[in-house]
Each structure stands twice: as structure tokens, then as C-alpha cells.
T-cell receptor, first 115, second 111 residues
Framework: DTGVSQDPRHKITKRGQNVTFRCDPI?????LYWYRQTLGQGPEFLTY????????KSRLLSDRFSAERPKGSFSTLEIQRTEQGDSAMYLC?????????????FGDGTRLSIL | KQEVTQIPAALSVPEGENLVLNCSFT??????LQWFRQDPGKGLTSLLL?????REQTSGRLNASLDKSSGRSTLYIAASQPGDSATYLC??????????FGPGTRLSVLP
């Protein structure tokens, strides 16, 4: 079963460093989402791609965050100059279709810890 | 601003009991509502998605209902089992491209 995979599973880094996460969606899924989740809360939307086009970004996505999805396949999320408040679980989800009326399939996330 | 709340925050029941989890949303322009399960340290698993034109969806021992007029959805779990222990989250899909999630209900089913 080739579900959504995320790499790495855990990342520990010092404040001020840059980090990059990767998400491989289910192969035929054209829609890809990034979320951030902190302890005891539901996921918060960060950004969304339809194929290779980034169509929506949350105001939570400051200019230190950038996401790409070259060729409409895997996606990367980069955080520059990390801060303590960036510590969270970063989740990727994918779905199939022209709108968000299809179930989202999630990866197991990348847990980021900022020292 | 869209807001989704879930009550209760935590629930503990003996095995075999039927239970109901509640989800409330403030945005009447709802496109769909999705229920997820999350196990500790894991991602979310989609359980049921109810489109705005539907009243309910069923899958096995799970039944989810949607009442747009009152801004509420419920997830009914029949004959609960210890394996059902997890956090259950609801998410409202609007006419934009994202989902707004509630904080979840942490369920413990005791053997």
C-alpha cells in the first residue's frame, strides 16, 4: 500500500537553522496539502497545491516558509531561520479530484523540535 | 472566521458501549464535513466524508450525521472496542481549498 510518505519522521535542529521536509503523495493524487499541528490541537492549514501550482497559502505561512511541488509530484516545505515557535508536527495530505470534496489521505508527519 | 469545536475533549467508556462524539461549526457555507481518527504520533486516517447535500454516511460501526441548519455533526460509534481508542477529529471543508479542523476528542475504550 503506497500511501502518503513523509521524510524525515523527526528533525531536531538549533534555532536559526534552515530545515527542509519532503512529502511524496499517493501517485495519482493531483492535490497536495501541508498542515501544522501542535499538541492537543487539530491541524492548521498552511498551503495547497493542485498539480504543480500553489493555489492557496495561509497567513500562517510567513516569509520564512516556502513550499514547492516541482512537476506536480513530490513536495518540499522549507523553513528558514527556524524559531522556537516552529516546533510542531508538519503533516502532508493528498487527494484526487477537481475540488476538496474527496477524502484527504495523510502521511505520518515530520516532528520538528527546535532547541 | 471559520471555527470548529468538539465536545467532549476527552471521553472514557467501557468496552461494548455505544457513544456519540459532537462537532460544531460556525460557517454556514459548508461544502463538506470529514471525520478522522488519529493515533498517537501518527497522521490522520479518514473515516467518513459527508457532502453538504447529504444528511449522513455510514461505514461499518460508524455513522456520521450532518445538520447544516444547526451547525452540528455527530459521529456515532456502535459497540465500542479497545481498538477504537484514539483521537477523533472533525474538519469542515468550505468552498475554498482548505479544511478547518476541530481540536479533537480523545477516546479511551476500557476492556
Amino acid at each position: 500500500d503506497t500511501g502518503v510518505s513523509q521524510d524525515p519522521r523527526h528533525k531536531i535542529t538549533k534555532r536559526g537553522q534552515n530545515v527542509t521536509f519532503r512529502c511524496d503523495p499517493i501517485s495519482e493524487h493531483n492535490r497536495l496539502y501541508w498542515y501544522r499541528q501542535t499538541l492537543g490541537q487539530g491541524p492548521e492549514f498552511l498551503t495547497y497545491f493542485q498539480n504543480e501550482a500553489q493555489l492557496e497559502k495561509s497567513r500562517l505561512l510567513s516569509d520564512r516558509f516556502s513550499a514547492e511541488r516541482p512537476k506536480g509530484s513530490f513536495s518540499t516545505l522549507e523553513i528558514q531561520r527556524t524559531e522556537q515557535g516552529d516546533s510542531a508536527m508538519y503533516l502532508c495530505a493528498s487527494s484526487l479530484g477537481r475540488d476538496n470534496n474527496q477524502p484527504q489521505h495523510f502521511g505520518d508527519g515530520t516532528r520538528l523540535s527546535i532547541l | 472566521k471559520q471555527e470548529v469545536t468538539q465536545i467532549p475533549a476527552a471521553l472514557s467508556v467501557p468496552e461494548g458501549e455505544n457513544l456519540v462524539l459532537n462537532c460544531s461549526f460556525t460557517d454556514s457555507a459548508i461544502y463538506n464535513l470529514q471525520w478522522f481518527r488519529q493515533d498517537p504520533g501518527k497522521g490522520l486516517t479518514s473515516l467518513l466524508l459527508i457532502q453538504s447535500s447529504q444528511r449522513e454516511q455510514t461505514s461499518g460501526r460508524l455513522n456520521a450525521s450532518l445538520d447544516k441548519s444547526s451547525g452540528r455533526s455527530t459521529l456515532y460509534i456502535a459497540a465500542s472496542q479497545p481498538g477504537d481508542s484514539a483521537t477523533y477529529l472533525c474538519a469542515q471543508g468550505g468552498y475554498g481549498q482548505n479544511f478547518v479542523f476541530g481540536p479533537g476528542t480523545r477516546l479511551s475504550v476500557l476492556p
